[in-house]
C-alpha cells in the first residue's frame, strides 16, 4: 500500500532542528500544492517501494487528458502486475492476463497523496523540517508527527520547484520507517498521451462489486473503542470472493490512517485466529458466537499493534433486521 506535499518564509528556518510552525499556513500551502501537483502536472517517474524487509521498483506515469486524471503504475521486478486510472475507472492487470475492474478507488499508495492535502486532522502536528535532496533534486523535508501512539508518523520530501512528493515514509514511534516510498528517477516532461495508458487484450475480466442485500442474514459490527478522531466510513461494505459467502466490512479513518473490520460466518473448523504483521499493516482474527454461530472477526489496518489489539477487544457484533 503508497503515498502524495509554497515554500515561504519556512524554507529560510535553520536546519538544525525542526521548525515548529504557530502559524500554520505555510506548512498546509505545502500540503495543498503537493496535492494539486500530483494531480495536475504530467511526470513519469521510478521509484522503490520498500515494506518490511522487501524491496520493489516501480514505474508510474501521470497525465491529464480531457480533463480526467490517467495514472499507471507497474511493477517492474518480480511478476508483471499493473494498476491503472482511467479517468473514474481503477482496473488492475494480473500476470495470467486477466483484468479486474475495482470499483473501489481507494487504491492504496495512489490513495494516500490525496489523502495528505492541507486539511490535516486535528490528531497530527505538521512540521517543516529543513531540506533535502532526492533523486538528484531539492526537496522541503516535512513531518506529520501523531500526537498519540495510536496511529502511525510520516516523513516527507517535496520537490521544492514542481511540488511532487518525491519521497514518503511512515515511521512507528520510535522513529522507524516502517514503509517508504521514494523516487529514483523523474521525467516532468514525459509527452504522455492516451495510448500510454491503453489497455491491452485480456483473456478474461472480473469486477469487484459491492453487496447489496446479497446476504439471507446482516450482521452489524460495533467498535466499541476508537483512537480519539477515527470515525466510522463505508458502512455495510461487502466485497464477494469466488464460491464464499458475502463478508460484512466496516471501516474506520481518522482522515490519514485507515482500518477495517471484517466478519464473515464460518464453521467452527475453519476458525483461525491470530495476528500477523508486514510492514505498518497488521491483521488480527478473533472469534464470536452470535445466535449458536461462529463469526470470524478480521482487523486489517495501517495502525500500531497495539493500538488495534485494543480495538479487538472492544468488538462486538450483532445481528440486525433483514432487508426487503
Not at 8 to 20: E, K, M, Q
Not at 87 to 98: I, Q, S
Not at 106 to 134: C, H, K, M, W
Not at 203 to 227: F, K, M, T, Y
Request: proline share 5%.
Amino acid at each position: 500500500m503508497m503515498r502524495t506535499l509554497a515554500l515561504g518564509l519556512a524554507l529560510a528556518a535553520p536546519l538544525a532542528a525542526p521548525v515548529a510552525i504557530a502559524d500554520p499556513t505555510p506548512a498546509q500551502a505545502l500540503l495543498e500544492e503537493m496535492t494539486e501537483a500530483s494531480q495536475q502536472l504530467q511526470y513519469r517517474g521510478r521509484f522503490l517501494y520498500q515494506l518490511g524487509g522487501e524491496v520493489s521498483t516501480m514505474e508510474l506515469s501521470h497525465a491529464v487528458i480531457d480533463g480526467k486524471q490517467y495514472q499507471r503504475l507497474t511493477h517492474l521486478d518480480g511478476r508483471l502486475v499493473e494498476v491503472l486510472q482511467l479517468g473514474d475507472e481503477v482496473v488492475c492487470l494480473h500476470p495470467n492476463g486477466t483484468l479486474t475492474r475495482i470499483n473501489d478507488n481507494d487504491t492504496g499508495l495512489l490513495a494516500f497523496r490525496d489523502r495528505l492535502s492541507s486539511s490535516i486532522p486535528e490528531q497530527y502536528n505538521v512540521l517543516v523540517d529543513g531540506d533535502g535532496r532526492v533523486a538528484g533534486r531539492v526537496t522541503t523535508r516535512m513531518r506529520v508527527a501523531p500526537l498519540d501512539n495510536h496511529r502511525y508518523g510520516y516523513r516527507l520530501w517535496v520537490d521544492r520547484d514542481s511540488s511532487l512528493l518525491l519521497k514518503s515514509e511512515m515511521v512507528d514511534a520510535s522513529g522507524l520507517a516502517v514503509e517508504r516510498v521514494e523516487f529514483v528517477s523523474l521525467d516532468l516532461e514525459p509527452g504522455l498521451e492516451r495510448s500510454d495508458f491503453q489497455l491491452p487484450k485480456v483473456i478474461a475480466e472480473r469486477s469487484l462489486e459491492s453487496v447489496a442485500a446479497a446476504s439471507p442474514e446482516r450482521v452489524h459490527v460495533e467498535a466499541g473503542w476508537l483512537p480519539s478522531g477515527f470515525e466510522a466510513a463505508d458502512r455495510d461494505w461487502r466485497r464477494v470472493a469466488d464460491l464464499r459467502q458475502p463478508v460484512t466490512a466496516q471501516s474506520y479513518t481518522d482522515g490519514l490512517a485507515t482500518f477495517t473490520l471484517f466478519v464473515e460466518s464460518v464453521a467452527s473448523d475453519q476458525v483461525e485466529e491470530g495476528v500477523s504483521r508486514v510492514g505498518p499493516t497488521v491483521a488480527i482474527s478473533r472469534v464470536q458466537n452470535l445466535d449458536q454461530r461462529v463469526y470470524l472477526m478480521t482487523l486489517v489496518g495501517e495502525i500500531p499493534q497495539p493500538t488495534a489489539e485494543r480495538i479487538m477487544e472492544a468488538v462486538a457484533i450483532r445481528a440486525t433486521d433483514k432487508r426487503p
